[in-house]
Structure formats: structure tokens, C-alpha cells
């Protein structure tokens, strides 16, 4: 893949109970602890490090943001990075939402 892929709320769901892949949500720290999908990270400018060095490029990654907008250029950047499946999560959190389960963190 030299450019990510898009990505539906639904295919994200079925990728992410059949295969390995990781999840990160570039949200703000409160939208995250607000709600997020079970098992992502929260992909911030301080995690980006120890994400980049705790997953191997051949595993698939697909970022989530509030809209699908800004998942684009951060999955963008991970292809630059060396990632070799990155996709886009279209619609976002708000979309998944809406129709799937989320969780909340615990504070």
C-alpha cells in the first residue's frame, strides 16, 4: 500500500473480531474516556513512539477519529512511516456510535 484505505464502520468491526489488526483513536484524551471501541489505543503525539516500536509494520492499522476526516492524514502519516495496511475509519466514532458497542474508561 503506498496511500491508506477507506474503511465502513462495519468492515472495522468484522476486521477487528476475524483478524490481527491494531486500532488507534486520535481523539482528545476526554472524547476518548467519553467512549472509544473495545481495544483501541489511544493514539496521541506521546504513545506514537511506543506504538510504532510495539507493532510490526505487516500488521494491519486502522485509525478512528471523531468524523473520519482527520484519520486520513494520521493514516497517512503511518503509511509514510512504514506501515503496510493503514486504513481510514469513514464516519468515524460518531458513526460507530451510533449503530455498535463502545466503552468508556473507568476514572
Known amino acids: 500500500m503506498e496511500q491508506f484505505a477507506h474503511i465502513s464502520i462495519h468492515d472495522t468491526q468484522e476486521k477487528l473480531s476475524n483478524e490481527n489488526v491494531r486500532l488507534v483513536d486520535i481523539r482528545d484524551e476526554q ?8 481495544n483501541a489505543m489511544h493514539l496521541t503525539n506521546g504513545s ?7 507493532t510490526d509494520f505487516d500488521v494491519p492499522v486502522i ?3 471523531y468524523h473520519g476526516v482527520s484519520s486520513q492524514q ?3 502519516f503511518l503509511i509514510h512511516q ?8 469513514d464516519g468515524g466514532f460518531e458513526a460507530w456510535r451510533k ?5 468508556t474508561s473507568q476514572e
Do not use: N, R, T, W
Request: charge should be negative; hydrophobic fraction near 45%.
Open 31 to 38: 472524547s476518548f474516556a467519553a467512549g472509544h471501541i473495545k
Open 74 to 76: 494520521a493514516a497517512q
Open 82 to 89: 512504514g506501515f503496510e495496511e493503514v486504513y481510514s475509519m
Open 48 to 54: 506514537l513512539q511506543s506504538f510504532m516500536s510495539e
Open 99 to 103: 449503530d455498535l458497542p463502545f466503552e
Open 63 to 65: 485509525v478512528c477519529c
